[in-house]
Every structure is written in C-alpha cells, then in structure tokens.
C-alpha cells in the first residue's frame, strides 16, 4: 500500500468519527439526535472498515513464497491479536462484574456481618473470569 492510500485511509477514519461527535455535540441535544449520530458513527466506521478491506486485498499478485511468509505473518499477529482480546475483553468483564457484586457486598456487610463470607464467593467468582482470559491468552501464546 502507498502512503498516499495510507494518508487516505487514516483521514477517513479520524473523520468518520470526527464529523458524527461533532454532528452529536452541537445542537439541540434530544433522543432522535443521540440515534442519528450513533447511526451516522455506525455507517462511517463500517464503511471505512469496508473501503480499508477492498484497498488492503486489491493489490498486486503475490508470488507462492511471499503469500506463504505473509501467511505465516499474519497468522502468528492475529494470534497476539487474539490473546490480546482474550486478556482485555475478559478484564474488562470481570471488572463489571467486580464493581456490581463488591458495592452490593459491601452494603450487604453494613446491614448484617455475617454475610461477609458469602459475599466474598461473588467478588471472588467475579475475579475468576479475568484469570481464565489471562489462562486463554498464556494457552494462545504457547501455541505461537
């Protein structure tokens, strides 16, 4: 890809997410005008994703070799890829789930003590979804 198609690409996204805030921020603020810049967002952003992919796979013939080492290249970065978006996603989630069930432990704990322990098993399972994402991501990298 030349730097002319990259320059492009990447005005392209910062504008298609420039213009629909810039859309959301001024104006009268109202349910119908939150949907047309979420739907405005939504468009630019699939469309960008869609014109990077007719750009990114219309280019010159490969050679055998260079499409196997590509190949092989793209498959150990969408394997960092994905052990990446297991850790985060899975953090992420467990993050969630961590301030609902300690806020609802702690006004728990203030009403009656005893329910210490059981609240704890929740914060606790809770904590476990970020290790199993950080297990998946250790078994992913493993494999690369």
């Known amino acids: 890809m030349t730097m002319t198609v990259k320059l492009l690409l990447s005005a392209t996204l910062i504008l298609s997410i420039i213009v629909p805030f810039g859309y959301y921020l001024i104006g009268?603020?109202?349910?119908?005008?939150?949907?047309?810049?979420?739907?405005?967002?939504?468009?630019?952003?699939?469309?960008?994703?869609?014109?990077?992919?007719?750009?990114?796979?219309?280019?010159?013939p490969v050679h055998a070799a260079e499409a196997t080492a590509q190949t092989a290249s793209n498959a150990?970065?969408?394997?960092?890829?994905?052990?990446a978006l297991a850790t985060g996603l899975s953090c992420v989630?467990?993050?969630?789930?961590?301030?609902?069930?300690?806020?609802?432990?702690?006004?728990?704990?203030?009403?009656?003590?005893?329910?210490?322990g059981k609240?704890?098993?929740?914060v606790g399972?809770?904590?476990?979804?970020?290790?199993?994402?950080?297990?998946?991501?250790f078994m992913i990298l493993g494999k690369l």
């Open 28 to 60: 009268e603020q109202s349910k119908k005008r939150y949907k047309k810049a979420i739907g405005a967002n939504v468009f630019f952003f699939f469309g960008a994703f869609v014109i990077a992919g007719i750009m990114l796979f219309a280019g010159d």
């Open 93 to 116: 989630g467990g993050g969630i789930a961590v301030a609902s069930a300690a806020s609802a432990a702690l006004g728990a704990i203030s009403e009656d003590s005893s329910a210490l």
């Open 125 to 137: 399972l809770a904590e476990g979804v970020c290790l199993y994402g950080l297990i998946i991501s």
């Open 76 to 83: 150990t970065g969408f394997g960092y890829l994905a052990a």
């Open 119 to 122: 609240s704890l098993i929740f």
